[in-house]
Structure formats: structure tokens, C-alpha cells
């Protein structure tokens, strides 16, 4: 009979990475970044900071599969990401991948309630009442887009994100057009999402105090990642 294994041992606790970026490099006219390697675990939150036009953006896009990088690896479910499939490379982007960006992205034309709906209806989740609540927009529902502050949009659009259960959240410059409350209820609010769901947070900000927030703090500078945290 083997031995039983203490729960409360590091080898317990030990869980596999969600993701593994593996010596990522990129350009445009010029270099941006090389030989990136990290990783990240279920409910554990980073934070990536730097300079504007260090390439934090870009690195968001390459780690959450809407930019091939021109060398390396992102590995998620043991697979290369950039070697799958088109169809198997959306089918992880639209069922695992959460992506909140600078601009929201909602449908102008709809009410808040029928944005939410089509997640609901992509992802086979029910919304979250008690989410809309944490984010202060369950009163704007009946509401257009278009009618909504930009911070409402914003607050929609995470909520819109979080419905479909994401596996892990990547959030470029998400209170960006917050006040520094509603910022941290989004913050706290992303926070307890992901140790609830095993998830994980990859966040891009320019604001050093959400970033230290994070479990995790790394800056981009001189093509480099480099943990400061």
C-alpha cells in the first residue's frame, strides 16, 4: 500500500502551470522583447509593467493567442498554442481564455442585458447576479450601450468576460477609465474570481499600485522581463 500523502505538504499543493511562455521574442521595426520565460499557476495573479512602448500590450496579445510571436513557445494544456489548429486555437481563445481590453467592445446597437445574454448564450453560463452587484451595473441592464458612462461599459464588458468562466484572464489596462474606487472593486473583484475558479489574472497596467497588488510583479525594460516581486 503506498504512503498517504499529507495535504498540507509542498508536494500536495503543487499543481501543474496553467501557462508556460518558453523564450518569446518579438519585433516590429525594432525589437521589443527576447527570450521571455515564465509561467503561471491556477489562482495566481501577475502583473507586467514598463515604460509605454516597452511592448507589455504586445507580450498581453502573444500570451493570450492573438499575436504569433516571432520566436518561442506558449504552451496551455501541454500543446504549443501557435502550433494548433486555427479551429482548436479559437475554440481555447473563445472557452478558456478570458481577454479584457483598453476598449470594451460591446455591441452599441444592444442593451446591457443583451450583451451579457450573448455570453451566456456562447458559453452556456447563466449571469452571475451576484457579480453585477460586486460591480455596481445591475441597475443598468434595461439600459443601451450607448447610454452607459465609459466606467459602466467597462464594468460590462468584465462582467461579460467573467460570464463565460474563463481559465484565465488577460486584462490590458482594465481601469483604465475607472475611478480609483471602482478600479479596486474591479480589482478585488478579479482577484476572488480567480482563486474561486482555480483561474489565473495576467494584467498589463501602468498604475504601480494595482500592480503590486498582484502576487507577482515583473517590468519590461531593455527587451527583458524581469520579476521584481
Same mark, same amino acid.
Given at each position: 500500500? +503506498?504512503?498517504?500523502?499529507?495535504? @498540507?505538504?509542498?508536494?500536495?499543493?503543487?499543481?501543474?502551470?496553467?501557462?508556460?511562455?518558453?523564450?518569446?521574442?518579438?519585433?516590429?521595426?525594432?525589437?521589443?522583447?527576447?527570450?521571455?520565460?515564465?509561467?503561471?499557476?491556477?489562482?495566481?495573479?501577475?502583473?507586467?509593467?514598463?515604460?509605454?512602448?516597452?511592448? #507589455?500590450?504586445?507580450?498581453?496579445?502573444?500570451?493570450?493567442?492573438?499575436?504569433? /510571436?516571432?520566436?518561442? !513557445?506558449?504552451?496551455?494544456?501541454?500543446?504549443?498554442?501557435? +502550433?494548433? #489548429?486555427?479551429?482548436?486555437?479559437? @475554440?481555447?481563445?473563445?472557452?478558456?481564455?478570458?481577454?479584457?481590453?483598453?476598449?470594451?467592445?460591446?455591441?452599441?446597437?444592444?442593451?446591457?442585458?443583451?450583451?451579457?445574454?450573448?455570453?451566456?448564450?456562447?458559453?452556456?453560463?447563466?449571469?452571475?447576479?451576484?457579480?453585477?452587484? #460586486?460591480?455596481?451595473?445591475?441597475?443598468?441592464?434595461?439600459?443601451?450601450?450607448? !447610454?452607459?458612462?465609459?466606467?459602466?461599459?467597462?464594468?460590462?464588458?468584465?462582467?461579460?468576460?467573467?460570464?463565460?468562466?474563463? #481559465?484565465?484572464?488577460?486584462?490590458?489596462? /482594465?481601469? +483604465?477609465?475607472?475611478?480609483?474606487?471602482?478600479?479596486?472593486?474591479?480589482?478585488?473583484?478579479?482577484?476572488?474570481?480567480?482563486?474561486?475558479?482555480?483561474?489565473?489574472?495576467?494584467?498589463?497596467?501602468?498604475?504601480?499600485?494595482?500592480?503590486?497588488?498582484?502576487?507577482?510583479?515583473?517590468?519590461? !525594460?531593455?527587451?527583458?522581463?524581469?520579476?521584481?516581486?
Amino acid at each position: 500500500m +503506498g504512503e498517504k500523502v499529507d495535504n @498540507n505538504s509542498p508536494i500536495a499543493e503543487q499543481k501543474p502551470n496553467l501557462l508556460d511562455a518558453k523564450n518569446i521574442s518579438h519585433e516590429f521595426d525594432y525589437k521589443l522583447f527576447e527570450n521571455i520565460t515564465f509561467s503561471i499557476k491556477p489562482k495566481e495573479s501577475i502583473s507586467i509593467i514598463g515604460m509605454s512602448g516597452s511592448g #507589455k500590450s504586445t507580450l498581453l496579445n502573444i500570451l493570450s493567442s492573438l499575436l504569433t /510571436p516571432k520566436s518561442g !513557445e506558449i504552451i496551455y494544456n501541454n500543446k504549443n498554442l501557435y +502550433g494548433l #489548429k486555427k479551429k482548436e486555437l479559437l @475554440n481555447i481563445r473563445r472557452e478558456d481564455f478570458g481577454i479584457i481590453f483598453q476598449a470594451h467592445y460591446l455591441f452599441r446597437g444592444f442593451s446591457a442585458s443583451d450583451n451579457l445574454k450573448i455570453a451566456t448564450l456562447l458559453s452556456g453560463n447563466d449571469v452571475d447576479q451576484e457579480l453585477l452587484k #460586486k460591480l455596481n451595473i445591475e441597475f443598468v441592464l434595461n439600459q443601451s450601450v450607448g !447610454e452607459l458612462s465609459g466606467g459602466q461599459q467597462q464594468r460590462l464588458s468584465i462582467a461579460r468576460v467573467l460570464t463565460k468562466k474563463p #481559465k484565465i484572464i488577460f486584462a490590458d489596462e /482594465p481601469t +483604465g477609465n475607472l475611478d480609483k474606487d471602482t478600479a479596486q472593486i474591479v480589482m478585488d473583484t478579479l482577484f476572488e474570481y480567480i482563486k474561486d475558479n482555480d483561474a489565473a489574472l495576467v494584467l498589463v497596467t501602468h498604475e504601480n499600485d494595482l500592480a503590486e497588488q498582484c502576487d507577482k510583479v515583473y517590468k519590461l !525594460e531593455n527587451l527583458q522581463l524581469k520579476e521584481l516581486k
